[in-house]
């Protein structure tokens, strides 16, 4: 069964430390896409990115950094230099593409909290 | 992406009444899906409503207490009815951006904060 593992509940920091938040996933099948979302405290999700399966090479956005591993079955989200701004709660989620019809499984989700 | 807009942005309702959220993207969308968010927790996926047919609900839902509608590419609502206490969460719409050619990235709405006493 498809399932997203992020065992961080709560990461604190302080800013300008990097920080890295883990993601682990479970899939049986062969096409699927990874996502990494942020909620601020006001609430809406925001897309920060997408991976397909296909695809492991590591993407960089800026401060913001993904390294996706199949070997582990990992998606993990670094951000470097964090910045007060980053304090959100980060999702990791998976979506099934053919099996699932595009249904996203999140994971329970880390809150980060950057401290001045 | 796709800007989407939801209504209300927040309500507090009495148990045993229903409230309808509706849910509007800019541009047309073949895929339109209703999640929830209980205080504290990751998100649920409620159903999936695609235009000119039934919605499909995952395990745990069911049509008499989250009805959907979806009358065009543009637009959908959810209702839920009979609330309790425990319906109290947020409520989001997504929608796959590209319209025709999904794009497989789900991009979500601000959600529907809905508190039940």
């Known amino acids: 069964a498809q399932k997203v593992t992020q065992a961080q509940t709560e990461i604190s920091v302080v800013e300008k430390e990097d920080v890295t938040l883990d993601c682990v996933y479970e899939?049986?099948?062969?096409?699927?896409?990874l996502f990494w979302y942020k909620q601020p405290p006001s609430g809406e999700l925001v897309f920060l990115i997408r991976?397909?399966?296909?695809?492991?090479q590591n993407e960089i956005s800026g401060r913001y950094s993904w390294n996706f591993q199949k070997s582990t079955s990992s998606f993990n989200f670094t951000i470097t230099a964090s910045q007060v701004v980053d304090s959100a709660v980060y999702f990791c989620a998976l979506s099934e593409r053919y099996n699932q019809g595009g249904k996203l499984i999140f994971g329970q989700g880390t809150e980060l909290s950057v401290k001045p | 992406s796709a800007v989407i807009s939801q209504k209300p942005s927040r309500d507090i309702c009495q148990r045993g009444t229903s409230l309808t959220i509706q849910c509007q993207v800019d541009s047309q969308v073949t895929m339109m899906f209703w999640y929830r968010q209980q205080p504290g927790q990751s998100l649920t996926l409620i159903a999936t409503a695609n235009q000119g047919s039934e919605a499909t609900y995952e395990s745990g839902f069911v049509i008499d207490k989250f009805p959907i509608s979806r009358p065009n590419l543009t637009f959908s609502t959810l209702t839920v009815s009979n609330m309790s206490p425990e319906d109290s969460s947020i409520y989001l719409c997504s929608v796959e951006a590209g319209g025709w050619t999904s794009t497989d990235t789900q991009y979500f709405g601000p959600g529907t904060r809905l508190t039940v006493l």
């Open positions: 991976r397909n399966s296909f695809d492991e």
């Open positions: 899939t049986r099948d062969t096409t699927y896409y």
